[in-house]
């Protein structure tokens, strides 16, 4: 279509145009897998919302229309490794004495799986280098996680103890698999369950 003296037409805002490859039902998974990789190749910092749209064969607007920022992005990226749905009833659910095992067992499990490592360490690689990816990842694990787990709690003080123990969960994610501190990253997973389980157990639930 053109506009007058055949000059093309300005485009719509809104919604972008549907090919069929972009209105496929792969779209949006296509853009996160594309956003991760892009996360982990380049950080947050350099990571643009074009070069994710590139990098997915689809139109900038395309990524914008699903996701709407690259924090947003950056935030999808994380709850596909942690969708608090899932994390959650994980955590809170069965004996009340053996909470502190069953986080640290699924929290571990997750690293442990290559499927959500390599997201998992894009994610902390950026939040270790830049605020802003720091920030999202607080607000995910704050709001999406620990406070769904405090509300579970009935001890005092429920969101101080819920942080504590993912202080604790994250500290030894950073050592064991981002900076891989020996003999921590060579530790069997067992082992590292056994040792942590009574502290989180403690900070989730001794009055």
């Known amino acids: 279509m053109t506009g007058p003296a055949g000059s093309p037409a300005p485009r719509r805002r809104g919604r972008p145009s ?3 490859e972009d209105s496929g039902p792969g779209a949006r998974e296509r853009i996160l897998e594309a956003a991760r990789d892009q996360f982990a190749e380049r950080g947050y910092d350099k990571t643009s919302m074009r070069g994710i749209a ?3 064969g689809v139109d900038a607007a395309l990524v914008h ?7 947003d992005v950056f935030a999808a990226a994380i709850e596909v ?18 909470i502190g095992e069953r986080l640290a067992r699924f929290f571990i ?6 499927a959500t490592r390599a997201p998992l360490l894009a994610i902390f690689r950026s939040a270790l280098t830049h605020e802003a990816a720091a920030k999202v ?16 709690l009935d001890v005092p003080n429920p969101q101080f103890r819920a942080e504590l123990a993912a202080s604790h969960m994250i500290g030894i994610a950073i050592l064991r698999y981002v900076i ?5 990253a ?18 989730l639930t001794e009055a």
Not at 65 to 71: A, C, E, L, P, Q
């Open 18 to 20: 549907r090919t069929a």
């Open 81 to 98: 490794s942690f969708d608090p749905t899932t994390v959650v009833p994980a955590i809170v659910s069965g004996p009340r004495e053996a």
């Open 180 to 184: 891989q501190v020996e003999p921590l």
């Open 109 to 114: 499990g997750v690293w442990e799986n290559p």
């Open 186 to 203: 060579s530790t069997d997973t067992e082992e590292i369950v056994a040792m942590v389980a009574p502290t989180l157990q403690r900070y």
């Open 137 to 152: 990842l607080r607000g995910f694990v704050l709001r999406r996680i620990l406070e769904r787990v405090a509300a579970d």
């Open 54 to 56: 590139k990098a997915a």
């Open 65 to 71: 229309h699903y996701f709407g920022t690259k924090d």
